[in-house]
């Protein structure tokens, strides 16, 4: 019966479809619910407070639909909510984190960087991840300020895509960075962008398919895995204004004629269509 029951995915936009896309290569079979919180967009300016009250609506939310598992898919919102939600919430959830750990393991200079938003950068649990796994090496740390609404927008490669980047990674480059860390899910639909600035010399690192990976260990660890030979599906809703969002799920993603729903925040509560 676990195939009647759908994975939760959610971001505060349109960042973790970079999650989703692997979460679908990775869990076929799968029926997966992505709520974009356009309505919010972007988190990595507001208060750890207002992310944990997004955080715990959207559960419950997801709760309603029957979710068996929830997928974090915002380095932002996990930095702030997971190990709260998993305090209240009795369901598997799985988080984003920047790939600081594999970021140390592989760098040949010892000297990283990670883009990431404010919000990560200041909550406590990036900083125990730094503290933990980044002693041995020096990190360069840059919040990209502004794009994240650029992506929103569908502007993958416009001049302040180019500016903003530009302005993150050139001191980066020159202290010798050798990784870079994408350390927002809205991120990796710029890729192009970063590769023509970092150049073949230096790694960079999506989370993404081990956040995939881990989904799928974490549903077999709670049986909750779907083992259906049919492929599985996607329901789109968002908390902003369904038609841009559809076409900017066709556009990063490939889909065509893509159907979204909206749903709109009373209070700290969300519902569908009302």
Not at 184 to 197: K, N, Q
Request: hydrophobic share 45%.
């Amino acid at each position: 019966m676990t195939q009647l029951y759908p994975i939760g995915v959610f971001d505060s936009g349109v960042g973790g479809l970079s999650v989703l896309r692997h979460l679908q290569a990775q869990l076929p079979a799968e029926q997966f619910v992505y709520l974009a919180d356009q309505g919010h967009v972007p988190y990595g300016s507001r208060s750890a407070q207002e992310i944990i009250q997004f955080s715990q609506g959207i559960t419950q939310f997801f709760l309603q639909l029957k979710a068996k598992a929830i997928v974090i898919a915002c380095n932002t919102a996990s930095a702030a909510a997971l190990s709260l939600l998993r305090e209240q919430f009795d369901l598997p959830f799985v988080g984003m984190e920047p790939a600081v750990k594999p970021a140390a393991q592989q760098t040949q200079s010892g000297k990283v960087g990670i883009l990431a938003t404010g919000g990560t950068f200041a909550s406590e649990r990036y900083a125990r991840l730094t503290n933990k796994y980044a002693k041995s090496v020096s990190v360069w740390e840059d919040p990209c300020v502004g794009l994240v609404p650029e992506i929103e927008a569908g502007r993958l490669d416009s001049p302040a895509v180019h500016h903003i980047l530009q302005q993150a990674l050139s001191p980066m480059l020159v202290a010798g960075v050798d990784t870079v860390v994408l350390g927002c899910t809205h991120y990796p639909f710029v890729l192009p962008v970063v590769e023509g600035i970092v150049g073949t010399a230096v790694s960079i690192i999506d989370p993404a398919p081990a956040v995939a990976r881990q989904t799928g260990v974490v549903l077999r660890q709670n049986g909750l895995l779907t083992e259906a030979e049919q492929p599985g599906g996607v329901r789109f809703i968002t908390t902003g204004l369904a038609e841009p969002y559809a076409r900017q799920i066709e556009r990063l993603l490939g889909l065509v004629a893509v159907g979204v729903e909206t749903a709109v925040w009373h209070g700290n509560q969300l519902s569908v269509g009302q």
